[in-house]
């Protein structure tokens, strides 16, 4: 026997609490009907009008099917820093990295530092990072994209010259 009066009693209340809270959770689960329909006609019967309204209210959100997520194609995450991938799309449904991407060249710019922002096909624009050595590149020349080191990232133009470049846009 326990050294505490009222010690048994207690524990049989604990566990009289546990059985009443298991037999509701097991009435909950048999009574949740899979018709969605037939739970949102069910709201029709509550009397209180806010316990009405937050059953329609969640029984028919329960109709609608979840929105998907905006999810990045691979193209469109290279280059990106982590966070504004973060910002675009949602991180339950990562896609895998791309090692390189290939595109077609239909702008370029030419900073007043000699650097260069090119604008490509897809819509990214990137921008050299350092101002020296001709790429030997023109409008309409497809361009390779590549993962570098330590999170940079390297443009080859056809002509086999390359640099470094920062994805901007």
Avoid at 38 to 51: E, H, I, K, S, W
Avoid at 125 to 130: A, P, T
Avoid at 142 to 164: D, E, F, N, Q
Wanted: charged share 20%; hydrophobic share 45%; with cysteine.
């Amino acid at each position: 026997m326990s050294g505490q009066p009222g010690r048994p009693a207690i524990e049989r209340g604990y566990r009289l609490g546990l059985a009443a809270l298991l037999c509701v959770a097991c009435a909950v689960s048999v009574a949740a009907t899979p018709d969605p329909q037939a739970a949102l006609l069910a709201c029709r019967n509550l009397n209180d009008g806010v316990a009405r309204l937050a059953c329609f209210d969640r029984e028919s959100a329960a109709l609608v099917p979840a929105a998907a997520a905006p999810v990045l194609a691979p193209e469109q995450k290279f280059g990106l820093a982590p966070v504004a991938i973060i910002e675009r799309e949602s991180v339950a449904a990562q896609r895998p990295e791309l090692a390189e991407v290939q595109a077609r060249l239909v702008g370029i710019d030419l900073g007043m530092d000699g650097r260069s922002e090119l604008t490509l096909d897809n819509g990214q624009v990137w921008r050299q990072l350092s101002s020296g050595g001709e790429l030997l590149i023109k409008t309409g020349d497809i361009v390779k994209l590549s993962r570098g080191v330590l999170g940079s990232y390297w443009l080859t133009a056809p002509s086999g010259r390359g640099c470094k470049v920062r994805r901007i846009r």
